[in-house]
Every structure is written in C-alpha cells, then in structure tokens.
C-alpha cells in the first residue's frame, strides 16, 4: 500500500509539472488557427504515425462530428 501510495504521488507530482510546462499563448494560437479554419471552410489535417495515427483519428472524429453541442462539424 505505502509503494501504491508513493507511486501514486510521483505521478500526480509528475502530470502537475508537465501541465505547468503548457505554454497557454501557444494553446490560444492553436484554437485561433481550428477556428479560422473553420470560419473559412478550410480543412484541419491531423496526422500521427502508429500510436500517434490513432489519437489523429480520434481527434478528427471529435472536431468532424458533434457529441453534445449541436453545431456544424468541422472539416478534418
């Protein structure tokens, strides 16, 4: 249980460190870009090799179909 624990909380210190590191102008620049590119009818490409290549799918599945909000899907 005291390892569980340990282990636990090196990963939560872990996760806290990395989300500090998020550059929040880049993360705005980004919704700026989708969202220009969605006002002019333009197409997202999301691209990933192996592992990548399914997260790439799943992202554009998000933006291109509507989960809760109904709204226009994206072109991605």
Known sequence: MIKTNKL???YKDSLINKI?????????????????ASDTDRKIYIIGNGGSAADAQHIA???VSRYKTERQGLGA
């Open 61 to 63: 599945a998000e933006l």
């Open 20 to 36: 500090s590191e998020i550059n929040l102008d880049v993360v705005n620049d980004i919704i700026m870009e989708i969202k220009s």
């Open 8 to 10: 636990l909380e090196s």
